[in-house]
């Protein structure tokens, strides 16, 4: 080794050294770049695709978008979807194939989001809820249909 | 003026007045072990909650913020938990060695404090020897290293031992050499004599270039041997649990993790007096109107506000660089330190004998 | 009998017994902070005659170098907590007589000197003093004995490189 590449290590470690200073210097003295946040007092800033549960979504009149026709649950790669379909009977008099319960078991999902991709008429989406923690892991099995709702109006 | 010398005069003036000599002497004595102690209760709070604080605004976080106003109180929570936790003896070890070692390690640390000028002649030891004093001392801290290391009878505990002595053995080398390079300029190995040198500016500033290569070899070389990041390979959280005290617990663990800070203060105040000028204010030249109000400030304030700043220092490193590897550790203290600060010292002897600094 | 003379006893005890215990003990790590102890004493002991340098280098030299070089050469050789042999009973009586005759020796020694007063100011034990006692070559100067130290030193380095250095033709 000889001597200048000797000097040119002792000077090029001690900057390299000075760099990794300035940089934790500068996080000491700004404080405003602090990314803990103070989780139970402020509510944390989710980003837009944050994935938490799935929903369906129902209007005013009690009434969501889902026409039963079990797209989601064929689509769900480990079965945490079941949809329970009934038959309605219209003012016609015809049968139609309507959702009793549409059960969701949050314990498998993996929001993965293939459920929501696979739905023709957007009737689930994704909710940005986080906080799942429950007593009894029955109380993870949820219907996401409200009692009473019923189909959308020209919804096929 | 209520300096810490008028204090310990006047103390030791009513002492007298109302004791013989001997009891005078045992009192007082007992009253500066009990000083040493508070001020180690005190540090280890203080340093505690400085280096979580410093450790998270370097890391982008908050840091503790729930016990007491912006988590002030957290190292006194801390501290309560660890006396009240069990202190527990593991089934193969050495006993005696086993539970001897932390206050070897405190006892170390407290005879480091001796020759500490903290104050405008405040002192406990002013030894002719300071200098070597501290150094012959400091090498005895590897010694409860040794014995935690080897009496916890535990593989991680050993290799944890084995590497701070391998360390510690070979950083004192360049710690020393750089601590002689002031002992050079100034003539003397008394720490008093060192303050008193830097009346006219502290050494830092009066000695050019090859001093600060000193103070940086110093600094490298303290932290080494206080085993703190980046040359905590004694106790490598990631390899070895917790090194030399993996299997401590309770107060004695409390002992060696104090022990700890303490002797990182101690450097710290010894590479202030060294090369910062001790309690020494801070003057600019001919500036008398400024020097005057430099000296109003009281010296312990200077003393302590340098010291801080070091261990501040110390912890900076701590969080910024990464651990090194055992043989990068030993190549950077024999390839590097050590060559350096040879020929750093005889570049400051011939200084010294040209008188080229201020 | 004052506070000085007790100071006194308290590190002889605290010398002897850590000695006897170093020999006498059969863990070997133990018999190596027993001699730690030991030195410290010793140390002590300088320091309460007032000869801090001296009291300095030996902790330096035999605490903080040799015994640690002891402590590192049991790490790596030893088996460890395992106990030594007992030792056969005539060397116990062997090793207790040369103890003995060295301790008598000494007696003798002391006790035969004639100590006289020095009545000369006493050198200031401050570094510059040092330093000139150390290189003088006048009377009672360390010169010679400084520089034979050294050439031992030399050769301790010479030795351990020669050990350490890879034989080339022993290892293609």
């Given at each position: 080794m000889s001597i200048g590449k000797y000097i040119k290590d002792v000077f090029s470690g001690l900057w390299s050294l000075v760099v990794g200073l300035k940089r934790t210097l500068y996080y000491f003295t700004h404080?405003?770049?602090?990314?803990?946040e103070q989780y139970p007092e402020t509510k944390p800033v989710l980003p837009e695709r944050f994935k938490g549960e799935v929903v369906m979504p129902h209007d005013e009149k009690n009434e969501?978008?889902?026409?039963?026709?079990t797209a989601c649950e064929l689509a769900c790669p480990n079965g945490t979807i079941k949809v329970i379909t009934k038959f309605d009977i219209t003012p016609e008099g015809k049968k139609k194939k309507a959702i009793d319960k549409l059960v969701y078991r949050l314990e498998l999902c993996?929001?993965?989001?293939l459920c929501i991709e696979a739905c023709p008429s957007d009737a689930i989406k994704m909710a940005q809820t986080f906080e799942h923690s429950v007593y009894d892991r029955s109380q993870l099995n949820k219907v996401l249909n409200n009692p009473g709702s019923k189909i959308m109006d020209g919804v096929e | 003026m209520w300096s810490f010398s008028h204090i310990a005069d006047l103390l030791h003036e009513w002492l007298s007045k109302t004791f013989n000599p001997t009891f005078t002497l045992i009192i007082e004595m007992v009253l500066a072990g009990v000083a040493v102690i508070g001020l180690f209760a005190a540090l280890g709070l203080v340093l505690v909650i400085m280096e979580r604080k410093v450790s998270a605004w370097i890391q982008i976080r908050l840091g503790p913020?729930?016990?007491g106003p912006k988590g002030m109180f957290q190292s006194l929570a801390d501290t309560l938990k660890l006396l009240v936790k069990e202190g527990m003896t593991p089934d193969g070890a050495d006993k005696f060695l086993f539970n001897l070692a932390p206050f070897i390690a405190m006892i170390v640390a407290m005879l480091l404090m001796a020759p500490i000028a903290f104050a405008n002649n405040f002192q406990f030891w002013d030894m002719n020897i300071g200098v070597l004093y501290i150094s012959a001392i400091s090498s005895i801290s590897v010694i409860s290293i040794l014995m935690a290391g080897w009496a916890s009878n535990n593989k991680y505990s050993l290799m944890g031992a084995m590497r701070s002595g391998a360390q510690i053995v070979s950083y004192e080398l360049s710690a020393g050499l750089s601590v002689l390079s002031v002992v050079v300029l100034t003539g003397s190995l008394s720490l008093n004599d060192i303050i008193h040198s830097?009346?006219?500016?502290?050494w830092i500033f009066k000695g050019h270039l090859p001093i600060w290569i000193s103070f940086i070899t110093f600094i490298i070389a303290v932290t080494a041997e206080t085993n703190r990041a980046p040359f905590d390979l004694a106790e490598a959280e990631s390899e070895l649990?917790?090194?030399?005290?993996?299997?401590y617990s309770g107060m004695k663990f409390a002992l060696f993790f104090l022990a700890e800070y303490v002797n990182v203060f101690i450097v710290c105040a010894i590479g202030a007096t060294l090369f910062l000028g001790g309690w020494m204010p801070f003057h600019i030249g001919h500036l008398q109107a400024f020097n005057h109000v430099m000296d109003y400030i009281p010296s312990s304030v200077w003393f302590f506000g340098k010291t801080f700043f070091l261990i501040f220092v110390i912890m900076w490193f701590r969080w910024t660089f990464p651990r090194l590897r055992i043989d990068q550790l030993l190549n950077l203290e024999w390839k590097y330190l050590l060559p350096i600060s040879m020929i750093n010292l005889l570049l400051v002897t011939l200084m010294a004998i040209m008188g080229w600094h201020f | 009998m004052n506070g000085s003379t007790i100071i006194f006893y308290l590190l002889a005890a605290l010398t002897i017994v850590c000695g006897v215990l170093s020999v006498s003990t059969r863990q070997i790590f133990r018999a190596a902070i027993y001699l730690i102890f030991s030195l410290i004493g010793i140390a002590g002991i300088y320091f309460w005659l007032d000869y801090q340098f001296i009291a300095a280098v030996q902790v330096v030299v035999y605490v903080g170098g040799i015994v640690v070089l002891i402590i590192f050469s049991i790490f790596l050789t030893q088996q460890a907590g395992e106990l030594l042999p007992k030792q056969k009973i005539g060397r116990k009586i062997f090793s207790v007589l040369a103890v003995f005759c060295g301790f008598a020796l000494t007696m003798v020694q002391v006790y035969q000197h004639a100590f006289y007063e020095n009545d000369g100011e006493a050198v200031k034990p401050v570094v510059a003093n040092i330093g000139k006692q150390m290189l003088s070559t006048k009377q009672g100067g360390y010169a010679l004995p400084f520089e034979v130290v050294s050439i031992l030193l030399l050769a301790a380095l010479v030795g351990c490189i020669v050990i350490a250095i890879s034989k080339k033709e022993e290892t293609a």
């Open positions: 404080h405003k770049e602090i990314i803990t969501h978008r889902c026409t039963g026709c993996t929001m993965c989001n | 913020n729930r016990v830097q009346e006219n500016g502290w649990t917790a090194g030399f005290h993996t299997e | -």
